[in-house]
């Protein structure tokens, strides 16, 4: 079992910035990567970006790259959203997911674990 609990979230006008954390516990001895997905009621859950278990590794939804930036400190067994440039569409609940396969699929489906979501707000 992997326990994971989003934090972070909030309202910021559009332009700003927000710094989302994933905190991990249970499962210690298994590696894995991190996702971080988002859902609004409109639209279907959606990846944001993935971070394979050593950070080597990433991937980003073409709508968020180059303000967007996942990592991880794994000392901390904790992940790490970063977010600039909100935008309103950016506005949706931020869940952060645990795969066991340590891929960086963007098929929520292949994802083990999920954190409860935080809300984030941004507005126009």
């Known amino acids: 079992q992997v326990q994971l609990a989003e934090s972070g979230g909030g309202l910021v006008e559009a332009g700003g910035s927000l710094r989302l954390s994933c905190a991990a516990s249970g499962r210690s001895y298994s590696t894995y990567s991190m996702g971080w997905f988002r859902q609004t009621p409109e639209k279907e859950r959606e990846l944001v970006g993935v971070?394979?278990?050593?950070?080597?590794?990433?991937n980003y939804a073409d709508s968020v790259k180059g303000r967007f930036t996942i990592s991880r400190d794994n000392a901390k067994n904790t992940v790490y959203l970063q977010m600039t440039s909100l935008e309103p569409e950016d506005t949706a609940v931020y869940y952060c997911?645990?795969?066991?396969?340590?891929?960086?699929?963007?098929?929520?489906?292949?994802?083990?674990?999920w954190g409860q979501g935080t809300q984030v707000t941004v507005s126009s």
């Open positions: 997911a645990a795969n066991f396969a340590d891929s960086l699929s963007s098929a929520p489906h292949e994802y083990n674990y």
């Open positions: 971070i394979s278990w050593t950070g080597g590794r990433t």
